[in-house]
């Protein structure tokens, strides 16, 4: 068999990361599977804080973490999906997790229209999609998503 693909989808909160992934999952695709990054846990800021310094440092370990046990599936997962709110940066530099696995990002993006009517209906986090949240974070989010892509060597092939 090939090389497994690992395939991480990420972008803002209610840029459409979830959805896209749960519909490429119900399709059902012989060698594909979906994993979700919060489905270990999310600890509370002040743990984050406590045990690895910060948010972005939990942030950077769980991200090594799921890169890990992506790589050590079954051989029959061609395709790895992870769905997940994390910085590129921190996939790249943990690209050493993955030796057998390419690794690939993908970053979603949305309308301020459309993720605001995300954030207050079915996602039940209206204060994430306040005005200044949405056209401060939409900026700071880009920039160092942006800042990320430019700065890191991906390795999509070996």
Same mark, same amino acid.
């Given at each position: 068999?090939? !090389?497994? @693909?690992? &395939?991480?989808?990420?972008? /803002? ?6 959805? *896209? %992934? ?40 769980? !991200?090594? @973490?799921? &890169?890990?046990?992506?790589? /050590? ?6 395709? *790895? %999906? ?77």
């Amino acid at each position: 068999m090939g !090389t497994r @693909h690992i &395939l991480v989808v990420t972008g /803002a909160s209610g840029a459409g990361k979830t959805s *896209a %992934v749960r519909a490429l999952e119900a399709r059902g695709i012989d060698g594909v599977r979906c994993f979700y990054f919060d489905s270990i846990g999310v600890p509370t800021a002040e743990a984050m804080e406590r045990d690895l310094g910060g948010g972005e440092k939990w942030q950077a370990d769980a !991200t090594a @973490h799921w &890169l890990t046990q992506l790589d /050590a599936l079954s051989s029959d997962v061609r395709v *790895a %999906v992870l769905d997940g709110q994390t910085r590129p940066s921190f996939v790249f530099d943990a690209a050493d997790r993955t030796p057998t696995s390419n690794l690939h990002v993908v970053l979603l993006d949305c309308s301020p229209e459309a993720r605001g009517e995300r954030l207050r209906g079915a996602r039940g986090q209206p204060e994430l999609a306040s005005e200044r949240m949405t056209s401060g974070q939409r900026i700071y989010d880009a920039r160092r998503m942006l800042a990320d892509f430019r700065s890191s060597t991906p390795r999509t092939s070996r």
